[in-house]
């Protein structure tokens, strides 16, 4: 399992609003969104947990009532996709019951959300967009990650671009096509669909982010020649990755909170003393913020190779350059600095080795 940013790490605001009651403005100030949720025949106090996608960064709301009457409110860069998730007594902290999660385009209208118990049996009111995601989400399937083929996906995204090609709907449908547990994205796949989108959708700041993504991700890929890099080691020296050309190098991505990265180290630490004399070492770059729980780690886990970091967390620039947004997560480099495999569980790494003929 791996961390998600989605719910774990990447929870950038938080804004808490409890007993609200709704104002139902029709026009609200610029940049903001507000939900106002009627649950009539709510029998226990309830929380709503807001999760809203604003360019690419995750942030969190959250209002608690116990006669029904919830308000959530916040502000936008842009329009945002977001999941609205209801909560029982002591049921916060573990997964929503199924079925009691909506999803919301918000803008800058308001949305009025309508239900008797649960967000299963939700109307949902409020602007366009909100319109556009649920004619997208019903021409999916119960969501976008229902099980389809590629192909299908794409004939599916592809004929509702064409029909909405300025909408943000269109847009969230790209953004989140072909992205497996690491939230990486497959450009063969999403660029020709990105191609279908207006100049103005291309052009907000989710636009432009997903279009960066897409060069990274083509920088990236299994063939590319991997983005050069210079990173402070844990003697603040700098570490350079074309210095290493010549090798087979496993670019490691990891942090000492991982609980995954720290539960796959021992088969790394295993397949590394048995290769380390046959032409072949790891770089390992963390994502701490913490230089004592960095080493620590490194000492605990026994991890005798090189590593880096600039302390930055997800900010680490080169997590940034390699469009890193989970770990645990790797890339392998021939000895010309070519990327041949990626993600590469550490018990099949030695496997991966042994087929590439290293001796």
């Known amino acids: 399992m791996r961390f998600n940013r989605l719910f774990f790490k990447y929870v950038l605001g938080l804004s808490v609003m409890t007993g609200s009651t709704a104002t139902h403005a029709q026009t609200l100030p610029k940049k903001s969104f507000q939900i106002d949720v009627t649950v009539k025949n709510l029998k226990v106090p309830a929380k709503l947990i ?4 604003d360019i690419n960064q995750w942030s969190e709301y959250i209002a608690e009532s116990a006669n029904g009457k919830f308000t959530l409110s916040g502000l936008l860069k842009e329009p945002s996709f977001a999941y609205l998730v209801m909560k029982y007594g002591d049921e916060v902290g573990k997964f929503p019951r199924p079925g009691n999660v909506s999803q919301l385009y918000l803008s800058y209208v308001p949305i009025h959300v309508t239900t008797q118990d649960s967000l299963k049996v939700a109307i949902i009111e409020g602007g366009h967009l909100q319109k556009e995601l649920e004619e997208l989400t019903s021409a999916m399937g119960d969501s976008l990650t229902a099980k389809r083929t590629d ?9 509702f671009i064409r029909q909405h090609p300025t909408s943000f709907a269109s847009l969230y449908a790209v953004q989140n096509f072909s992205q497996d547990g690491t939230f990486s994205i497959d450009p063969d796949k999403v660029e020709p669909l990105f191609k279908l989108l207006s100049p103005m959708v291309k052009n907000t700041l989710s ?16 063939g590319s020649i ?16 074309s210095s290493f050309r010549g090798k087979y190098v496993l670019i490691d991505f ?26 072949f070492t790891i770089v390992s770059v963390s994502l701490d913020n913490s230089k004592a729980s960095w080493l620590k780690a490194i000492s605990k886990d026994k991890l005798t190779w090189t590593h880096t ?9 080169v997590a940034l350059l390699y469009g890193v947004k989970t770990v645990p997560q790797n890339f392998l480099l021939d000895p010309s600095g070519k990327i041949i495999g990626r993600n590469i569980p550490s018990a099949e790494l030695g496997a991966f080795l042994k087929k590439e003929a290293i001796h």
């Not at 993504?213 to 890929?221: F, G, K, S, V």
């Open 50 to 53: 807001l999760t809203v996608r």
């Open 151 to 159: 192909a299908v996906k794409t004939e599916i995204i592809s004929g």
């Open 207 to 222: 636009g432009r982010e997903l279009s960066k993504e897409i060069t990274i991700a083509r920088q990236t890929a299994i």
């Open 226 to 241: 991997a983005p050069d890099f210079v990173q402070k080691d844990t003697l603040d020296r700098n570490v350079m990755l």
């Open 254 to 279: 990891w942090a000492s909170w991982c609980k995954p990265c720290r539960i796959e180290n021992p088969a790394l630490v295993k397949t590394y003393h048995e290769y380390k004399d046959r032409n």
């Open 309 to 317: 970091s600039d302390l930055k967390f997800w900010k680490n620039e």
